[in-house]
């Protein structure tokens, strides 16, 4: 049985950057799904699950309505939409009013995923101007995940980082590089 069922990561500004630089080391068949939450604009043609695809082995697509989380993907969470997990491990999406601001929201994923997945969920906060996924992380660590905060310090936008270690619930503060090398490191231990 494997440690861990699901990876979610949020980013808000700067994530772009961040993202790239853990996913892409992700080789294609990575044996744990990953759920990514990164603030974006509904009123524009939005290019990201194609561009990170450029830089990644590992398939990136966005996660749809009754899609069943599986091994080898990254799922990005839908311009617009709250994305939410259910039992069944199937994706939910909801168009309930912006959570700080944010829709997604990645208190809404996180705090969805925390339930689902329990001590078998990685959480991961990276660069951001805002102060989304502060609650989700504490859900993840409540619920007995695993958590970790990109270091403020070398965060593009270091307050969404920062107001996650804040809570008091982070198990590791890692740059970049810490983060990808502890997700294949624990890939490799299942």
Not at 88 to 111: A, G, K, M, Q, W
């Amino acid at each position: 049985m494997n440690q861990y069922s699901a990876i979610i990561i949020g980013a808000s500004a700067g994530g772009f950057v961040a993202l790239s630089a853990i996913l892409s080391r992700l080789p294609a068949d990575y044996n744990v799904p990953v759920i990514v939450v990164q603030h974006r604009s509904k009123d524009y043609k939005d290019l990201l699950e194609d561009v990170l695809q450029q830089k990644c082995k590992i398939r990136i697509k966005q996660a749809d309505e009754k899609e069943k989380a599986e091994s080898g993907f990254v799922y990005l969470a839908p311009p617009d939409y709250h994305l939410l997990i259910e039992e069944d491990l199937t994706f939910s999406l909801s168009d309930d009013p912006p959570v700080n601001y944010s829709r997604p929201s990645i208190d809404v994923t996180f705090e969805s995923a925390a339930e689902t997945f329990r001590e078998k969920l990685i959480g991961i906060i990276l660069t951001g101007a805002n102060q989304d996924g502060s609650k989700g992380i504490a859900t993840v660590k409540k619920f007995g995940g695993t958590t970790i905060a990109q270091d403020p310090r070398e965060a593009q936008f270091y307050l969404m980082p920062q107001s996650a270690v804040n809570t008091g619930t982070i198990d590791y503060i890692m740059p970049l590089k810490g983060i990808w090398e502890f997700l294949i490191k624990k890939a490799n231990d299942l």
